[in-house]
T-cell receptor, first 115, second 114 residues
Framework: AQTVTQSQPEMSVQEAETVTLSCTYDTSENNYYLFWYKQPPSRQMILVIRQEAYKQQNATENRFSVNFQKAAKSFSLKISDSQLGDTAMYFCAFTIIQGAQKLVFGQGTRLTINP | DAGVIQSPRHEVTEMGQEVTLRCKPISGHDYLFWYRQTMMRGLELLIYFNNNVPIDDSGMPEDRFSAKMPNASFSTLKIQPSEPRDSAVYFC????????????FGDGTRLSIL
């Protein structure tokens, strides 16, 4: 079975701090992609960052970066210089390249950035 | 380019009524996905299409749910008859090509069955 686990249901930090959200996953596949999606109160699902499993280099997008540990099946998201607009639910997800094309999501982490 | 467009944004109806949710994918995207989001089960895939053909409908909860994609620019998800436990947010997403390309989500339809 393919699963994603986010062990932190809620997190709260002060504005400008750095925060790391945890994610572990389980799959027997070797080729897959990992994603972090953000869902603000407006309900949109917004892609934050994507990582190819065959790349060792960690993906970065401005203030967002990941720590991808393939052997440990870990994919954490780091948000630097957090902003009030980062307040949202964050979902970790993956999809395998061959076969089933669906995204498998974790249960999400509710992140609150306090002023 | 316009994103994935879903309608309606909100739907409130009584138990037993037929509900139809609509989705227009991004032009040029050949994959279309329907997801359901609830507090208890999180985000789960219901069905997905490739080139308008249903590929995997194993997530469709029961026969009351049906989905169609008559052409590349339109899909529907229908519930008949609806039940209170169908209350959820339903997302449509589309993607270009197979593999690791990102799925682009619509704004979702919040469905409430009374």
């Amino acid at each position: 079975a393919q699963t994603v686990t986010q062990s932190q249901p809620e997190m709260s930090v002060q504005e400008a701090e750095t925060v790391t959200l945890s994610c572990t996953y389980d799959t027997s596949e070797n080729n897959y992609y990992l994603f972090w999606y953000k869902q603000p109160p407006s309900r949109q699902m917004i892609l934050v960052i994507r990582q190819e499993a065959y790349k060792q280099q960690n993906a970065t997008e401005n203030r967002f970066s990941v720590n991808f540990q393939k052997a440990a099946k870990s994919f954490s998201l780091k948000i630097s210089d957090s902003q009030l607009g980062d307040t949202a639910m964050y979902f970790c997800a993956f999809t395998i390249i061959q076969g089933a094309q669906k995204l498998v999501f974790g249960q999400g982490t509710r992140l609150t950035i306090n002023p | 380019d316009a994103g994935v467009i879903q309608s309606p944004r909100h739907e409130v109806t009584e138990m037993g009524q037929e509900v139809t949710l609509r989705c227009k994918p991004i032009s040029g995207h050949d994959y279309l996905f329907w997801y359901r989001q609830t507090m208890m089960r999180g985000l789960e895939l219901l069905i997905y299409f490739n080139n308008n053909v249903p590929i995997d409908d194993s997530g469709m909860p029961e026969d009351r749910f049906s989905a169609k994609m008559p052409n590349a620019s339109f899909s529907t998800l229908k519930i008949q008859p609806s039940e209170p436990r169908d209350s959820a947010v339903y997302f449509c997403a589309s993607r270009r090509g197979q593999g690791g390309g990102p799925q682009h989500f619509g704004d979702g339809t919040r469905l409430s069955i009374l």
